[in-house]
T-cell receptor, first 114, second 116 residues
Framework: DQQVKQNSPSLSVQEGRISILNCDYT??????FLWYKKYPAEGPTFLIS?????DKNEDGRFTVFLNKSAKHLSLHIVPSQPGDSAVYFC?????????????FGSGTKLNVKP | NAGVTQTPKFQVLKTGQSMTLQCAQD?????MYWYRQDPGMGLRLIYY???????DKGEVPNGYNVSRLNKREFSLRLESAAPSQTSVYFC???????????????FGPGTRLTVT
């Protein structure tokens, strides 16, 4: 049973508009959340993260929002650019046996149209 | 600074054959991980090594073994490959604090494995 879920397999957005990618989780012990970006034939690359003690973290065009009561995480990309077209994975970590382990969602494929 | 490297990039095996996937990192990270990525499933943790000299099972360890050869290298072995092990395999590394807090992971480019 997946503890981190990305229910939208794909998203298409016009260049210059906002992209909103969503992620839900079930484990209330998760204390650190991350977004990764993946291009075809490459490994995922870290994009942005947020600790469970915060509700927002911003880095340039990328903002991550955390709603702990709803167990929901979202990534906003403003403005979207064609180079943002990739698969985006959300991930969450929880402490197990004195070590933080990471759980990943199934990914959302973002297509930004010029 | 190459980051995380994996070999081979592609491999085709017959059922029952064995092979070892190699991974190395040059970032002096103490933790390393092996994941598999399957369609619709995201990345699932096979094994991890919190620090040199230790290895532990992840979500899907059956059919695999690992070796943390030194701080840089972490290999994944399939002793008797099965078609269900057809997947893309990613190695990753991260810094881990003395209290076990792991931070963002750095991934290799992946190995695409097909078992026929």
């Amino acid at each position: 049973d997946q503890q981190v879920k990305q229910n939208s397999p794909s998203l298409s957005v016009q260049e210059g508009r906002i992209s909103i990618l969503n992620c839900d989780y079930t484990n209330s012990m998760f204390d650190y959340f991350l977004w990764y970006k993946k291009y075809p034939a490459e490994g995922p690359t870290f994009l942005i993260s947020i600790s469970s003690i915060k509700d927002k973290n911003e880095d340039g065009r990328f903002t991550v929002f955390l709603n702990k009561s709803a167990k929901h995480l979202s990534l906003h990309i403003v403005p979207s650019q064609p180079g943002d077209s990739a698969v985006y994975f959300c991930a969450a970590s929880a402490r197990e046996y004195n070590f933080n382990k990471f759980y990943f969602g199934s990914g959302t494929k973002l297509n930004v149209k010029p | 600074n190459a980051g995380v490297t994996q070999t081979p990039k592609f491999q085709v095996l017959k059922t029952g054959q064995s092979m070892t996937l190699q991974c190395a990192q040059d970032m002096n990270h103490n933790s390393m991980y092996w994941y598999r990525q399957d369609p619709g499933m995201g990345l699932r943790l096979i094994y991890y090594s919190a620090s040199e000299g230790t290895t532990d099972k992840g979500e899907v360890p059956n059919g695999y073994n690992v070796s943390r050869l030194n701080k840089r290298e972490f290999s994944l072995r399939l002793e008797s490959a099965a078609p269900s092990q057809t997947s893309v395999y990613f190695c990753a590394s991260s810094i881990t604090s003395g209290t076990g807090n792991a931070y963002e992971q750095y991934f290799g480019p992946g190995t695409r494995l097909t078992v026929t």
